[in-house]
C-alpha cells in the first residue's frame, strides 16, 4: 500500500484566516483527490487534482475557497481560505485507481 | 441524493460472530466498490474492494459480495474481533478514468467481547 502523509495533523485557526495543507505521497501518481469530513458526516470529495492542469471541482466547492497545488507528481496542497467555523472537519488528500484507493492520516481543523 | 447508503448507523455483534454491514447504491455506472475501516482522528483505511463484474471478493476474514440486479453489496467480517470496532464506510467509483470515490454514510461497528 501506499504511504501517504500529511502536514499539519490538527490546526486550530482564527475566522477569517487561511491554511494550506500539504500531502506527500511515496510514489508517483496521477491523480490525486482532496475529501473533507465533516463533523458526524460522511466523506465528501472536494477536487480532483491532476499533475499539470487545473483541479477538478465538485459541485459545492470552488476555487477560490480551496484553492489547490500540484507542482509534481508526489505532492499537493490545499488551502481553505477566508476560513470559518463551518469549514471546522477533517481534510484527507488520497490517490490511487478503481479498485484501490489510499488516504493520508487527514487533517483536523478546528476554527474558532 | 444519495448515490450510496448504509442503512445501518450502528451494529453490535458478539465477538467470535459474524459481522455483516450492507451499502445499496443508485447510480448503475459504478464499477468498483471499496470498504474502508475508519477510526477517529485518522483517515480511512482500505480493507477489500470489488468490481462491477464479479459476485464475490474474499481476503482472509472480509468477505464483499455484490449483487448488481439488487444493486446492493455487503462486507462480511468472520470471525468478529475488538479491534474490529470501528466506523465502515462503503464507497463506489465509476472505475479507471473517473476514480473518485463517492461514500456512504458509514456504520459504526461495536465487536462486544
Known amino acids: 500500500s501506499a504511504v501517504i502523509s500529511q502536514k499539519p495533523s490538527r490546526d486550530i485557526c482564527q475566522r477569517g484566516t487561511s491554511l494550506t495543507i500539504q500531502c506527500q505521497v511515496d510514489?508517483?501518481?496521477?491523480?490525486m483527490f482532496w475529501y473533507r469530513q465533516q463533523p458526524g458526516q460522511s466523506l465528501t470529495l472536494i477536487a480532483t487534482?491532476?499533475?499539470?492542469?487545473?483541479?477538478?471541482?465538485e459541485s459545492g466547492f470552488v476555487i477560490d475557497k480551496f484553492p489547490i497545488s500540484r507542482p509534481n507528481l508526489t505532492f499537493s496542497t490545499l488551502t481553505v481560505s477566508n476560513m470559518s467555523p463551518e469549514d471546522s472537519s477533517i481534510y484527507l488528500c488520497?490517490?490511487?485507481?478503481?479498485?484501490?484507493?489510499?488516504f493520508g492520516p487527514g487533517t483536523r481543523l478546528t476554527v474558532l | 441524493d444519495q448515490q450510496v447508503k448504509q442503512n445501518s448507523p450502528s451494529l453490535s455483534v458478539q465477538e467470535g460472530r459474524i459481522s455483516i454491514l450492507n451499502c445499496d447504491y443508485t447510480?448503475?455506472?459504478?464499477?468498483?466498490f471499496l470498504w474502508y475501516k475508519k477510526y477517529p482522528a485518522e483517515g480511512p483505511t482500505f480493507l477489500i474492494s470489488?468490481?462491477?463484474?464479479?459476485d464475490k471478493n474474499e481476503d482472509g476474514r472480509f468477505t464483499v459480495f455484490l449483487n448488481k440486479s439488487a444493486k446492493h453489496l455487503s462486507l462480511h467480517i468472520v470471525p468478529s474481533q475488538p479491534g474490529d470496532s470501528a466506523v465502515y464506510f462503503c464507497?463506489?467509483?465509476?472505475?479507471?478514468?473517473?476514480?473518485?470515490?463517492?461514500f456512504g454514510t458509514g456504520t459504526r461497528l461495536t465487536i462486544i467481547p
Open positions: 488520497s490517490m490511487g485507481g478503481g479498485s484501490t484507493q489510499y
Open positions: 510514489s508517483q501518481v496521477t491523480m
Open positions: 487534482a491532476n499533475q499539470g492542469s487545473e483541479a477538478t471541482y
Open positions: 447510480n448503475s455506472m459504478f464499477d468498483y
Open positions: 470489488i468490481s462491477s463484474i464479479k
Open positions: 464507497a463506489a467509483s465509476a472505475g479507471f478514468g473517473n476514480e473518485k470515490l463517492t
